[in-house]
């Protein structure tokens, strides 16, 4: 696992261009496991529980809403923090559904 996550591109522009396995995300399951990170992450950085933002950011994965989108959405309101929270979120789809392919 610690191999495939070396491959995963770290810098914006990598994983923002990253061509994302989407026929491997499954909605259920992965948007579960990625709703605790998003709203630890969202608390952290705004101070209060956001459960409706926490909502809408897995909506708009199960979506299959690419970096690029979910960085404009999520800009006004995370500020200067929205591109590392979207870096971190991508890397984590990317790795899940490289996982998948695979068929880990």
């Known amino acids: 696992a610690q191999a495939m996550m070396d491959t995963i ?12 396995k989407w026929d491997h995300y499954n909605a259920a399951t992965m948007g579960e496991k990625f709703r605790g990170w998003v709203a630890g992450k969202v608390e952290q950085l705004l101070g209060v529980p956001e459960p409706t933002l926490v909502d809408y950011v897995v909506k708009l994965l199960g ?35 490289e996982k998948a392919a695979l068929g880990l």
């Open 63 to 97: 979506n299959r809403t690419g970096p690029e989108q979910l960085h404009a959405e999520l800009a006004p309101v995370l500020d200067n923090d929205t591109e590392t929270f979207v870096i971190k979120l991508y890397r984590m789809v990317i790795y899940e559904t």
């Open 9 to 20: 591109p770290t810098a914006r522009d990598g994983v923002f261009s990253y061509a994302i």
